[in-house]
């Protein structure tokens, strides 16, 4: 037996758990189609706390996912795969076109965020890599991506937010360019949002 075949195996067990346990649907369907939004409205919330180490992280995080989605973006044109839906009779819960399956943007999208929270603040990472397995589940329950398809996106995601991280850690200048961009937008937003005096206190230690 092939790898393509214990692939869709996988996502045979997994796709009719929609027609055995057919109460979760909605709530699957949700974290397939709207959970990602959760991710972009935390990045918004981490940033205008105002605190430099989140901004960094935000900043790590948005350069991490722009990287990720490019490669990701690569191995779909060079190996290219269709749609469960497209290839196989499944049970398919939510509308998408049929482009390419592999990786899950999806699954590059949460868990670069994830991972680069996770990197700065451990205890809300633990809970936003928990959301991003959720969605990652989502999309082979909701009949839209093979279980290869989220792996390669979780990992393509974690390791670009990992070698992000690690770059601004070693390179003198990846940060001083870094804190370029964070002082220059502070500057602007300084003169249309005044900066309280607790929040101006607060440490720029990195955790």
């Known amino acids: 037996m092939d ?31 709207y959970a990602e939004y959760v991710f972009y409205l935390g990045i918004v919330l981490y940033w205008f706390t105002r605190q430099e180490v989140k901004r960094r992280m935000v900043g790590e995080a948005i350069i991490a996912a722009c990287a990720a989605f490019a490669f990701g973006g690569l191995l779909s044109h060079f190996f290219y795969r269709d749609r469960p839906f497209v290839a196989h009779q499944i049970i398919q819960l939510i509308a998408h076109p049929a482009n390419a399956s592999f990786p899950s943007d999806h ?73 370029t961009v964070i002082q220059g937008y502070e500057t602007v937003e300084s003169k249309i949002w005044r900066r309280n005096r607790a929040t101006s206190s607060v440490s720029k230690k990195s955790v």
Request: glycine share 6%; net charge positive.
């Open 3 to 33: 790898f393509s075949q214990v692939d869709y195996q996988w996502f045979q067990t997994i796709n009719q758990l929609g027609d055995t346990i057919a109460v979760l649907n909605p709530i699957m369907r949700f974290f397939a189609s």
């Open 107 to 179: 699954a590059i999208g949460a868990f670069v965020i994830a991972t680069s929270i996770w990197i700065y603040r451990r205890k809300d990472g633990k809970i936003w890599l928990a959301l991003a397995a959720c969605i990652a589940f989502s999309r082979i329950w909701t009949g839209v991506h093979y279980p290869s398809d989220v792996l390669a996106g979780a990992l393509i995601g974690s390791t670009a937010a990992v070698l992000v991280h690690q770059l601004f850690k070693r390179s003198t200048l990846a940060q001083k360019v870094m804190m």
